[in-house]
């Protein structure tokens, strides 16, 4: 039912007239999308599987989908494979090997190579950079396991 305002002019209160980006994605897609992403990081994704979500075509969502958030539905479920991977690696003892395949790569050195080419270093090299390093001069100050005996 439309009621007539003070100025005259229709109003319906059922009626949402947010604004739509012309072409784009609205937020609940996105959202939804990026859920989606990560929810299923370990599976093989496809443009027809995150379209489903959103209710549009295949070809639609990934133009809009790049309007909307500036990258493309690939460059944005890469980027949250490489965080969840630098989480895991921070926080995990699984081997890389295990990582790769827990985040979504087919292979160790197909994620191995991304990796390095987004966080600009091998997993190896960024797990080891997160490590303390042990106290100065702990590892010359105590006896080998070889019987080294403590001498003065």
Known sequence: MLTMGINGQ???PELDVSPVPRGGLTSWQ???AVAYMRDHLDQVISLRDL????????????SAFRLATG????ETLTRLRIDEARRLLA???????????????QTPSAFAARFRRTVGMTPRTYRR????FPPFG??????SSVGQQWTR
């Open 10 to 12: 229709s109003q319906s």
């Open 30 to 32: 996105v959202n939804r």
């Open 51 to 62: 379209a489903e979500v959103v209710r549009l075509s295949r070809f639609h969502f990934c």
């Open 71 to 74: 990258s493309t539905p690939r």
């Open 91 to 105: 926080s995990s003892n699984q081997s890389i090997s295990e990582i790769a395949f827990a985040v979504g790569f």
């Open 129 to 132: 950079s997160l490590q303390p």
């Open 138 to 143: 702990a590892a010359n100050d105590a006896p």
